[in-house]
């Protein structure tokens, strides 16, 4: 099940991202972005436009008025580069320079994946694309430390991957609110190099305070069970996965390029009703209860639409967020009960038939 999202998750994002990349180039070649022709140089009072015509364009200048520089970012990237390949192999002795900049050259492309697939569900899988770069690295390496290797790698792709996305949603939030994008740029900087301080600190508080990874402990960490079996896996090829896994994988691949290609080239009657694979694969990763969710919201949308399209425009977006904070809050009662022992009235359990 999780190779198969992960291949859902990954195809779907690759195929945006040569799609866009596609887009761009195509532009430069034909000199089509000319200031005069970008929505943001254009007046904004304008009497044929709507209200939140007008609103979306005053966000549009706002917003790239205080871009970041590409070369900025080009160059912040690469120091981080260097700075990750002199003192991550001191750290871990086995991950070579080499292979902290191939997770970086790999990074990229699955950080706009996440980034694409977050901004359809609100639901990051950071932890999907370490996976992918945990099996990459764990695949390749010849030593006795390629199992912390593989696990090292992990790390780095998934800081990568998180990060790039947290910073999105803050760009995301500083578009809406008018905000300038250069402080939500400055406002994650800070966060994430107190971050390099207060992590290692926090971690190394309860690694004194408590047992860790072990059964009695009340801090098991099952997660750094499951990884560690994971990259013995990489390490020990596919060979070890369960039959027909593979075949699966690359069935499901296939089929999210063909999915997205007729829902991009057929008429808008039919592309409305073809699937998002990347909204289909985190149902498919996390749980049912994910697809339960978005198809309810589905409906009530699709409904009030019919209704009174004006009111949505204005106020979908402020009941979409209450209805994910309730769903968040939720969890709270749920732990509570969960901890007190108390079970539901009802159990409804499915399980295979068992013949005598």
């Given at each position: 099940m999780v190779f198969i999202a992960i291949s859902l998750i990954l195809g779907d994002g690759l195929y945006n991202l040569v799609k866009i990349v596609a887009i761009f180039v195509k532009a430069i070649w034909n000199n089509t972005t000319k200031p005069q022709d970008l929505p943001t140089t254009k007046q904004i009072l304008d009497s044929e436009k709507t209200k939140s015509q007008l609103e979306e364009q005053k966000r549009d200048v706002v917003f790239l008025k205080h871009s970041i520089p590409s070369w900025l970012a080009a160059s912040g990237y690469v120091a981080q580069v260097a700075i990750s390949m002199a003192t991550m192999p001191l750290i871990f002795p086995p991950l070579k320079w080499y292979l902290v900049l191939a997770s970086y050259i790999i990074a990229p492309?699955?950080?706009?994946?996440?980034?694409?697939?977050?901004?359809?569900?609100?639901?990051s899988l950071a932890s999907t694309y370490g996976k992918i770069g945990l099996f990459i690295i764990a695949s390749i390496v010849e030593s006795d430390g390629d199992i912390i290797t593989g696990l090292a790698a992990c790390g780095v792709m998934m800081s990568i991957v998180?990060?790039?996305?947290?910073l999105m949603q803050d760009f995301k939030t500083g578009y809406l609110t008018l905000s300038s994008a250069k402080s939500m740029f400055m406002s994650q900087l800070v966060g994430?190099?107190?971050?390099?301080?207060?992590?290692?600190?926090?971690?190394?508080?309860?690694?004194?305070?408590f047992e860790i990874v072990t059964p009695d402990s009340p801090y098991k960490a099952p997660y750094a069970v499951i990884y560690r079996e994971m990259a013995i896996l990489g390490v020990e090829g596919f060979s070890k996965l369960p039959k027909h896994c593979l075949a699966l994988c690359c069935g499901f691949f296939v089929a999210v390029l063909v999915l997205n290609f007729v829902r991009d080239w057929s008429p808008a009657k039919v592309a409305q009703f073809v699937p998002i694979p990347m909204a289909m694969a985190v149902p498919f990763y996390i749980d049912a209860y994910f697809a339960i969710d978005m198809f309810v919201g589905t409906v009530i949308l699709f409904v009030w639409e019919r209704l009174n399209k004006k009111d949505v425009e204005d106020?979908?977006?402020?009941?979409?967020?209450?209805?994910?904070?309730?769903?968040?809050?939720?969890?709270?009662?749920?732990?509570?009960?969960?901890?007190?022992?108390?079970?539901?009235?009802?159990?409804?359990?499915?399980?295979?038939s068992v013949s005598s």
């Amino acid at each position: 099940m999780v190779f198969i999202a992960i291949s859902l998750i990954l195809g779907d994002g690759l195929y945006n991202l040569v799609k866009i990349v596609a887009i761009f180039v195509k532009a430069i070649w034909n000199n089509t972005t000319k200031p005069q022709d970008l929505p943001t140089t254009k007046q904004i009072l304008d009497s044929e436009k709507t209200k939140s015509q007008l609103e979306e364009q005053k966000r549009d200048v706002v917003f790239l008025k205080h871009s970041i520089p590409s070369w900025l970012a080009a160059s912040g990237y690469v120091a981080q580069v260097a700075i990750s390949m002199a003192t991550m192999p001191l750290i871990f002795p086995p991950l070579k320079w080499y292979l902290v900049l191939a997770s970086y050259i790999i990074a990229p492309a699955l950080a706009f994946c996440n980034s694409y697939g977050t901004g359809l569900t609100d639901w990051s899988l950071a932890s999907t694309y370490g996976k992918i770069g945990l099996f990459i690295i764990a695949s390749i390496v010849e030593s006795d430390g390629d199992i912390i290797t593989g696990l090292a790698a992990c790390g780095v792709m998934m800081s990568i991957v998180a990060t790039a996305v947290d910073l999105m949603q803050d760009f995301k939030t500083g578009y809406l609110t008018l905000s300038s994008a250069k402080s939500m740029f400055m406002s994650q900087l800070v966060g994430t190099a107190m971050g390099c301080v207060i992590a290692p600190l926090t971690f190394w508080m309860f690694w004194s305070a408590f047992e860790i990874v072990t059964p009695d402990s009340p801090y098991k960490a099952p997660y750094a069970v499951i990884y560690r079996e994971m990259a013995i896996l990489g390490v020990e090829g596919f060979s070890k996965l369960p039959k027909h896994c593979l075949a699966l994988c690359c069935g499901f691949f296939v089929a999210v390029l063909v999915l997205n290609f007729v829902r991009d080239w057929s008429p808008a009657k039919v592309a409305q009703f073809v699937p998002i694979p990347m909204a289909m694969a985190v149902p498919f990763y996390i749980d049912a209860y994910f697809a339960i969710d978005m198809f309810v919201g589905t409906v009530i949308l699709f409904v009030w639409e019919r209704l009174n399209k004006k009111d949505v425009e204005d106020y979908a977006g402020a009941v979409a967020s209450g209805l994910i904070c309730g769903d968040g809050i939720w969890t709270i009662p749920s732990a509570i009960l969960s901890i007190l022992r108390i079970d539901l009235p009802i159990c409804m359990y499915f399980g295979p038939s068992v013949s005598s």
